[in-house]
């Protein structure tokens, strides 16, 4: 059995930041949070990293992220290209210059994989434990052509901030522990212990139970998703884009829901207790630098880490 890959998601770095060295560090060593969550991978048993970036930022991305980590493992890249398009029948709208999503980010990357893989975004930390767990899960000898998925799975309040609002996908679980349902919230708020959310842009709040699982965009596939992708994206190109040719994006979580709907794919969702947390808003860096300083104190990371 081939060992599972760690693809990472960086196509949108370097707009989100302004420029790839505008990223902040959140240590002394210039650590930025891609680092420990690559670091936790590769302690988990993943020996390969494939990036998904845009082409053009290839050259500050291999100078901030990507020369040091082939250092350590083996590095693969996959560019996320409004113009890579399945098939001659389509095109990409006059005057759109945004993304296609998460869902087409991944099917850019069939050529690169050819064995199962986890599935992270660039700039979230995500822990330890939920490294082992998917890295065990994919581990497992099965058929390639297998929809037999899964995703870490974390709980509300270890992924709120005290600095605003978030968005979540809610998982509905059934009593085997296999995903049945992510319902997108997309304002969810730190309540003292609880947390509350608004469906109307906080004009009014319902209670949520802190302890409900989340969805982080922490996944583990066999490589049959890359197909399944390419006809989710087809469709998405016939009914959506048609509807919304500026903004409309295909999302990996609504590609892994369709699959779910028709019977046609399993996920099961691995629990993790570990603490997730990013930088949602200016305000939360400090809170990434004190908690990666709490941990490497911990000894769950040295101090350096390359």
């Given at each position: 059995?081939?060992?599972p890959a760690l693809v990472i998601m960086a196509a949108g770095m370097g707009s989100r930041y302004g420029g790839l060295k505008q990223i902040d560090p959140v240590d002394d060593h210039g650590h930025i949070i891609m680092d420990f969550s690559i670091y936790d991978a590769l302690r988990a048993g993943f020996k390969k990293v494939i990036f998904i970036i845009k082409k053009e930022i290839e050259k500050e991305f291999k100078e901030t992220v990507g020369d040091r980590i082939s250092k350590v493992v083996d590095v693969d890249y996959v560019y996320q290209e409004l113009?890579?398009?399945p098939g001659a029948a389509y095109s990409v709208p006059e005057g759109r210059t945004k993304p296609w999503g998460t869902g087409h980010a991944i099917w850019c990357a069939k050529d690169a994989i050819d064995e199962p893989f986890a599935v992270i975004n660039a700039d979230d930390y995500y822990g330890p434990e939920a490294f082992k767990m998917i890295?065990?899960?994919l581990n497992i000898e099965t058929d390639d052509a297998s929809h037999d998925y899964c995703m870490v799975g974390y709980i509300l309040a270890n992924t709120l901030t005290e600095n605003g609002s978030v968005s979540r996908g809610v998982c509905t679980v059934d009593e085997n522990g296999y995903l049945v349902n992510i319902?997108?919230?997309?304002k969810i708020i730190k309540k003292g212990d609880s947390a509350a959310f608004s469906e109307d842009g906080g004009e009014t709040w319902q209670d949520i139970s802190p302890d409900l699982t989340v969805s982080m965009n922490l996944w583990g596939f066999r490589k049959s998703i890359l197909g399944e992708l390419e006809k989710s994206f087809l469709s998405f190109l016939e009914t959506e884009v048609p509807l919304?040719?500026?903004k409309s994006e295909h999302y990996l979580p609504t590609a892994v829901q369709e699959l779910l709907k028709k019977n046609e794919a399993t996920v099961r969702v691995l629990r993790s207790r570990d603490k997730w947390f990013g930088v949602t808003y200016k305000e939360d860096k400090e809170n990434v630098v004190n908690a990666?300083?709490?941990l490497k104190a911990q000894g769950v990371y040295p101090d350096k880490l390359w």
């Open positions: 059995m081939k060992e113009y890579k398009l890295y065990d899960a319902e997108e919230k997309t919304n040719p500026m990666i300083s709490a």
